[in-house]
């Protein structure tokens, strides 16, 4: 299994643009987060879905970011406007409905200018 | 509120020796713990876990400690090798239902350095 996919794996953009991060996870998998990492605030959660459908957003910080299913094995994230302080490593994570490992894409490391 | 914590934000151990690892958790209601491995420009990658009706687990250098009276847990290295130098995540699960079914909690994550 190729793992968790994660596209493009570095992003640089200017601030006011739209970013769209891509994430397509292990076959099979049940369970689909986006977490986005700094210095400040470590590994934090922003969303997951269960089955396709979105179960808990509340770790999004604000209505600029969205994020979809519209399959089992795709999914986005997209921010729009972008603001410097979305820089950050935002990873996508995978698990089945049996264990409670999450398994992570190698991330996208996403600079807003 | 900080429901998993790694107050030592480093580590440096010389190789052949012990590494430990700590981990605070304050959620009485945490079942599930895991160490996840992150080395830089990679994702976090699953390491050793353990349930809460446990209070130890090994996987060859690796053994994961809990302790829940103290709402503590631990993970030893040994014996610790350069290629352990990584930053490690504790995290914890709770999944009695609701919007918290399938969340970990990670903590902030310690650097381990593993000197030849």
């Known amino acids: 299994d190729a793992g968790v996919i994660q596209s493009p794996r570095h992003e640089v953009t200017e601030m006011g643009q739209e970013v769209t991060l891509r994430c397509k996870p292990i076959s099979g998998h049940d369970y689909l987060f986006w977490y986005r990492q700094t210095m400040m605030r470590g590994l934090e959660l922003l969303i997951y879905f269960n089955n396709n459908v979105p179960i808990d957003d509340s770790g999004m910080p604000e209505d600029r970011f969205s994020a979809k299913m519209p399959n089992a094995s795709f999914s986005t994230l997209k921010i729009q406007p972008s603001e410097p302080r979305d820089s950050a490593v935002y990873f996508c994570?995978?698990?089945?409905?049996?264990?409670?490992?999450?398994?992570f894409g190698p991330g996208t490391r996403l600079t807003v200018t | 509120d900080q429901q998993v914590k790694q107050n030592s934000p480093s580590l440096s151990v010389q190789e052949g020796r012990i590494s430990i690892l700590n981990c605070d958790y304050t959620?009485?209601?945490?079942?599930?713990f895991l160490w996840y491995k992150k080395y830089p420009a990679e994702g976090p990658t699953f390491l050793i876990s353990i349930s809460s009706i446990k209070d130890k687990n090994e996987d060859g250098r690796f053994t994961v400690f809990l302790n829940k009276s103290a709402k503590h847990l631990s993970l030893h290295i040994v014996p610790s090798q350069p290629g352990d130098s990584a930053v490690y995540f504790c995290?914890?699960?709770?999944?009695?239902?609701?919007?918290?079914?399938?969340?970990?909690?990670f903590g902030q994550g310690t650097i381990l350095t593993v000197h030849p």
């Open positions: 994570a995978s698990r089945d409905n049996v264990g409670r490992e999450q398994y």
């Open positions: 959620n009485s209601m945490f079942d599930y």
């Open positions: 995290a914890a699960s709770n999944e009695a239902g609701g919007t918290s079914y399938g969340k970990l909690t």
